[in-house]
Nanobody, 125 residues
Framework: EVQLMESGGGSVQPGGSLTLSCAAS????????MGWLRQGPGKEREAVAR???????TYAESVKGRFTISQDNAKNTLYLQMESLKAEDTAMYYC???????????????????WGQGTQVTVSS
């Protein structure tokens, strides 16, 4: 059984940084893609970043240059390093994975098979 467990969320002031982690069990990222999506209060779910099994990355325009997605295959862990955080980054962040495909667009993250429970990020002064 595949399980994804996020951690690292919290409250931070604008301009601050946080790093989210996603520990994967029952899953080895040897194919397909893993990624992060988020849902802010009163907003629709938004794809944030994606990484394929070769380490290729894709980012939403809203986070490009501020967020970095990475993975440690030895630890089966996915990361999202977030810098220069803004109030509009406030959201529940979800780790997602699919072993079979990545999809042609970043938005395909919303259709991935496996989801974590989410971790809350709040950016506020």
């Amino acid at each position: 059984e595949v399980q994804l467990m996020e951690s690292g969320g919290g409250s931070v002031q604008p301009g601050g940084s946080l790093t989210l982690s996603c520990a994967a069990s029952g899953y080895s990222h040897s194919s397909g893609c893993m990624g992060w999506l988020r849902q802010g209060p009163g907003k629709e779910r938004e794809a944030v970043a994606r990484i394929d099994s070769d380490g290729g990355t894709t980012y939403a325009e809203s986070v490009k240059g501020r967020f970095t997605i990475s993975q440690d295959n030895a630890k089966n862990t996915l990361y999202l390093q977030m810098e220069s955080l803004k109030a509009e980054d406030t959201a529940m962040y979800y780790c997602v994975a699919d072993m079979d495909y990545c999809g042609s667009t970043l938005e395909m993250l919303l259709t991935y098979m496996y989801w974590g429970q989410g971790t809350q990020v709040t950016v506020s002064s």
